[in-house]
């Protein structure tokens, strides 16, 4: 089993940041795909950006230019700096990871919320 543990949500105005973090710990094979989902209210669950274990990174059109992801490999953990925050950035943030055999899990989310 492996066990995501997510950080970094919060209450921000329009226009700041926030970083969330999520590592992974447990009985871990190699991770590949790490990401970042959301769901706001009433609104199924986003792709907001992944990462491959390389590196490589991939970002929904609605983040592109203010939100960037990185992973360390050696910490088994995912980073996303979320910058120019707007309004409809609110939401709960879930972590992704894929591991090289197949599994699939999720973080418990983390709550992002931007007043105007």
């Known amino acids: 089993q492996v066990q995501l543990v997510e950080s970094g949500g919060g209450l921000v105005q329009a226009g700041g940041s926030l970083r969330l973090s999520c590592a992974a710990s447990?009985?871990?094979?190699?991770?590949?795909?790490m990401a970042w989902y959301r769901q706001a209210p009433g609104k199924q669950r986003e792709l907001v950006a992944r990462?491959?274990?390389?590196?490589?990174?991939n970002y929904a059109e609605f983040v592109q230019g203010r939100f960037t992801i990185s992973r360390d490999n050696a910490k088994n953990t995912v980073y996303l700096q979320m910058n120019s925050l707007k309004p409809e950035d609110t939401a709960v943030y879930y972590c992704?990871?894929?591991?090289?055999?197949?599994?699939?899990?999720w973080g418990q989310g983390t709550q992002v919320t931007v007043s105007s």
């Open positions: 992704y990871v894929s591991s090289s055999i197949g599994e699939v899990y």
């Open positions: 447990g009985s871990i094979f190699s991770l590949t795909t």
């Open positions: 990462i491959t274990r390389s590196g490589s990174a």
